[in-house]
């Protein structure tokens, strides 16, 4: 298939399908072009491992990605989903997961899960939460997801039975 291409001045250039980055080089698109709102670029990462957590005290699930900003006016917007949630028998057991960028907490998305008021093991799915965050860096910038038993005893766990949790970045011109 040919594909005919007039650019600047007029010029005219045939093609056999594919378009090189020289039949733009004089109107490439930048990040720096596009307009606010626009998706940046997007990091990935999930796993099937999980985690115990036992005292009240937020430790890392093992899901986090980085992503470093084009500009300090970009913001990120963090997608979180812990799957396999689920507290132990004792009764004053209950989770609470929330998401980091670096060393600092950004969004509590679960701040009781599985809060029954009493005994026995309960298993209550996938938790969720999302947040846009302005880290006004062009730094990589780590987040992640944590978690800790807001209760006195027994235990809470993210990815039972190897359910899948997951954190999605997507960078988005400020």
């Known amino acids: 298939m040919t594909t005919t291409i007039t650019g600047a001045g007029g010029v005219s250039q045939v093609q056999d399908g594919s378009i090189g980055t020289a039949d733009f080089a004089a109107n490439a698109i ?3 072009k596009l307009p606010a709102g626009s998706v940046l670029q997007v990091q990935y990462m999930y796993t ?4 115990t957590a036992t005292s009240q005290t937020y430790i890392d699930t093992g899901v986090n990605v980085s992503i470093t900003p084009t500009s300090t006016s970009s913001k990120i917007m963090a997608f979180a ?3 396999g949630c689920s507290k132990g028998a004792a009764g004053n057991s209950y989770m609470a997961l929330q998401i980091v ?3 600092t907490p950004i969004h509590i998305f679960e701040g ?3 809060y029954n008021n009493g005994g026995g093991a309960q298993s209550f799915g996938s938790c969720a939460g ?3 965050d302005s880290p006004n860096t062009t730094s990589a910038v780590n987040y992640k997801i944590q978690i800790k ?8 766990i993210s990815n039972a039975s190897g359910a899948l949790s997951s954190i999605t970045l997507m960078e988005i011109a400020g």
Not at 48 to 51: E, F, S, Y
């Open 130 to 132: 999302v947040k846009l």
């Open 112 to 114: 009781e899960g599985g």
């Open 81 to 83: 989903n812990v799957g």
């Open 30 to 32: 930048t990040a720096a």
């Open 48 to 51: 099937g491992a999980g985690v």
């Open 149 to 156: 038993n807001l209760g006195s005893s027994g235990a809470v």
């Open 101 to 103: 960028r670096g060393s």
